[in-house]
Every structure is written in C-alpha cells, then in structure tokens.
C-alpha cells in the first residue's frame, strides 16, 4: 500500500494532531498520477500544435520576444534577458531547455526557415554546440514575425499563465503553414512525432488549391508539393507511389540521400564532390566514420576523403583509379555511411490544441486553413468593433462642430458638463467622455469636411467588413489572396 499525503504534528498552545495519511492501492496510484504526467507530456510538451506549428516552449519564446519588440528590424537582445524573461513569466522550466529550444529556432541547418536571427555562435552542422546564452543576441525574423500578425488584434484566445499574474496565447495567428514549413520532432509518453520541412511555396501553391477544390486528396496535393525540403539539402530518392502513400497516411519513412557531382580534375583525373549532405547528420561525425572506413579497407574503391567545407558543405573523394566508376563508388559510401539516411515521417499533431491525431498532408493543410479563417473573422471582428466606436465619436463631434460655442460655454460653467452635454445634445456617454477628454482648443480646430470625410470612409469600410463577415467565399477569397 501506498500513503497519501503526510503527518505533522503541532506544537505549543492550541496546538492540535491531525493526521492526513490515507492508504491508497498503489497500482491506482500509478496509474493516475503517470497517466496525468503523460497528457501533460503530450499536450504541453512534446506535440505540435496543427494550426501553428509550434509546441509550447517555441511559442512562448517567440511571445515573449514580442512582449520585449524583438522585430526584425529592431536591435538585437542578449538571449539571457530572453531566456529569463519566458522562464519567468511563461516557461517554469530549466533555463538550458529554453535556450535550446531558441538556438535551434536560430539555425539555419536545422530549421527550414528560422524564426528567430542569431547574431553570435549558435552552433554549426559540424555539431559544435552554441555558445553560452550570456554572449548569444538575438531578435524574430521576418517569418516568426508574420506568425504573430494579429495577436493585438483578438485574433487568438488567452489564457492565465502558470501563475496567473499574465496572459499568453493559446496559439499564434500563424499566416504560413510553419507546421510543414519547419516540420517538429519530438517523443512524448507512447506517442511521437516527426514532421519534416517542406518548400513554402509549393505548400501555398497546394494551399491555394485545396481553398478552390475543398475535398483535394494527399495525392492531388503532391502535384504541388513535390515531397520534403530539408535545409541541408539532400535527394529523396524513394519511388513516388511510397511518397503518395506516407503523405496519405501520415506515417512512413523517406530514404535521403547526398547529393554529389563528379569534378574533372587536369590530365584526366577526378574526384567525386559532395554538396549536400542529409537532415540532421553531422559533418564532423560523418568524415570521422568515413575516414575509419577507409583506413579499414572497407571502401576499396575510395582512396582518400578531405573536408573542403566552408561556409557551404564541400566533401570530396578521391578514387583508388581513373577507371573506378563514380556511381558504383558512391553507391557503396551510400550503403556503408550517414551519405544516406531514412527520415521517420509520423504526423502527430494536436488537432484544436488539445487531441492527439496522425494527420495527412491534406488534413495537415486543411487545419491551418480553417484557423486562417477563423483569425480572419475575429480580427474582422475586432476592426468592426472600433470602426462602430470611431463613428459614434465622429457622430458626436460633427453635433459638437455645429454647435461649437454652446458645447465650450457648457464645458466652462457648467458643475456637470457631462450630464449637460448628455441633455442639450442628446450625446451617449462615450461621445461626451471623447469630447470632454478633447482640449477645447483641438475642439476650436474641428472642420466639418474632415470630420465627414473620415466618417464615410469608415462607413465604406464598415459596410465592406459586414459583408465579408456574411459571406464564406468573400472569406476564403480573402485567405487566397493572403497565401498568394
């Protein structure tokens, strides 16, 4: 049996024993409190959302560099004011883990399309790891940027923080399919994911499509989507009816390859030269293997292997002859070593932020279309809202304008100018608050034309923004346009 709880006894005047031990079976008890741990697991940490892409950790940081104006053209921040300020407000977990998260955002070998712009050591394809967050800066590119578009604008829900002195956000806006894009990996509790990165081009090509031909299969999507797009490069060399299959599926595994070219050397000699090298394998590690190969005779046909990289991957081979056939040669480096590697494809993803599901390509994208839509009511909302408050302010300082010299003696003698105003005038109470909080010399400046002038365009764009909110093809026109 297991105990529940604890005992403490008190000391002195009043004080009184009261035992809280309760024997509870242990198994139940292992089984609720590991099956809590697990969901939190799943959900809070290691599965991507379907809508944004991102897991808790990332969002948070990105939220929190927006709190700090980290935009793109705004100067960098040392990434420990970074770490600290998410650790403190929205991520009560280990420092190093928040760091982690954030260079990986900042590699360009890691992530398709980075969301956050490093400035310093963050690391390298070799796998030297990143320099300590004390000397690391760093503010959002231009991509992480356009996931926040519309968090002011009640484009997303909020909800306490752990503490429940703050707000962060359920999901980001999004206004690119970042979870294609940048692809996830992670490892919960019986559950995986492994997403890889693909061209954001041709996923807004296939988006475009599945607005116009809502029920698009996998398959018709991979006109567009022409397979994964690794940030290392690298050849996906599996036949395409497998591609179909795993994309549908949203399980499978891809076979990636090096990519290489045959150099001409002077008076007839050669050398093979690799260029890109595939996902997630580490250059050191790789020359490290293929050297011992070589030294092992276990590569007969490959005399020598120099590491010529610089800012680009460059590794060449030297064959043992002339006559040595370079795709046999390669052929068996691609048996032997990382030059090929197969990448898990398992599309676990949190479908509304809270379940679990394997997802297709076509269902990956159709999630991320309908949160388009639906930021794009809410934030259609929001600017309906202030253009309705904007015009009941006009209204009234159009009524102020003709009666100018009434509202200013009113202002000035009367106790109760608000109730004043309210009588003479017919006012509601948030006309009077914008006209008593306007100076009367800005009231003294009001011209009749202006005030008309803006009071119809936001008339104009009040009747524009209802019509869209009534009208579903109005909506998807307008994501169409956005994704284009």
Not at 16 to 28: G, K, N, Q, T
Not at 196 to 225: G, M, W
Not at 268 to 276: A, L, R, Y
Request: aromatic share 6%; hydrophobic share 40%; net charge negative.
């Amino acid at each position: 049996m297991a105990q529940k709880g604890g005992a403490g006894t008190g000391k002195g005047k009043g004080a009184s024993d009261v035992s809280v031990i309760a024997p509870v079976d242990l198994r139940e008890a292992l089984e609720e409190r590991y099956l809590r741990y697990a969901l939190s697991t799943i959900t809070g940490r290691a599965l991507p959302d379907a809508r944004d892409g991102l897991k808790p950790v990332h969002r948070r940081i990105l939220y929190g560099m927006h709190i700090l104006r980290l935009d793109p053209g705004a100067p960098f921040k040392k990434c420990a004011k970074i770490v600290g300020d998410v650790m403190g407000s929205f991520h009560p977990h280990g420092d190093q883990a928040i760091y982690d998260a954030l260079v990986r955002l900042a590699q360009d070998f890691s992530s398709r399309y980075p969301l956050v712009d490093g400035q310093g050591n963050f690391g390298n394809v070799d796998g030297d790891s990143a320099a300590a967050y004390r000397y690391t800066e760093a503010r959002m590119t231009a991509v992480a940027r356009s996931l926040l578009e519309g968090i002011d604008e009640d484009a997303i829900d909020f909800i306490p923080n752990y503490s429940g002195e703050e707000k962060e956000p359920v999901v980001l806006p999004s206004a690119l399919p970042n979870l294609l894009a940048n692809g996830a990996q992670g490892i919960a509790v019986g559950m995986a994911t492994s997403i890889p990165p693909h061209n954001l081009a041709e996923l807004c090509d296939a988006a475009l499509y599945l607005i116009s031909h809502r029920k698009a299969t996998a398959e018709q999507l991979l006109t567009f989507v022409q397979g994964p797009d690794f940030p290392t490069g690298g050849i996906v060399v599996d036949k395409r009816d497998e591609i179909i299959e795993t994309y549908r599926t949203g399980r499978g595994s891809f076979r990636v390859r090096a990519r290489w070219m045959k150099e001409e050397l002077p008076r007839g000699g050669w050398v093979v030269v690799v260029t890109e090298i595939p996902y997630g394998v580490q250059k050191s590690r790789l020359i490290e293997r293929l050297a011992e190969l070589i030294s092992e005779r276990k590569l007969p046909l490959v005399a020598d292997v120099r590491d010529e990289s610089a800012e680009d991957v460059r590794i060449v081979f030297e064959p043992r002859a002339r006559t040595v056939d370079p795709a046999l040669m390669l052929e068996t480096l691609f048996k032997l070593s990382e030059l090929e590697t197969r990448f898990p494809m398992n599309m676990n993803v949190l479908v509304d932020g809270v379940t679990p599901r394997v997802v297709s390509l076509d269902e990956a994208l159709r999630q991320w279309l309908d949160h388009r839509r639906t930021v794009l009511q809410r934030r259609s909302r929001h600017r309906l809202a202030a253009i309705v408050r904007r015009i009941e302010q006009l209204e009234g300082m159009v009524i102020v304008f003709l009666n100018l010299d009434e509202v200013i003696r009113i202002i000035r003698e009367e106790d109760d100018a608000k109730g004043e105003l309210k009588k003479a005038f017919k006012l509601t109470d948030l006309q009077v608050e914008y006209i008593l909080d306007t100076r009367l010399r800005a009231l003294r400046r009001l011209e009749e034309m202006e005030l008309k002038k803006e009071l119809g365009e936001l008339s104009d764009e009040r009747k524009e923004i209802e019509a869209l909110l009534a009208d579903e093809d109005k909506q998807w026109k307008t994501i169409a346009w956005q994704v284009r």
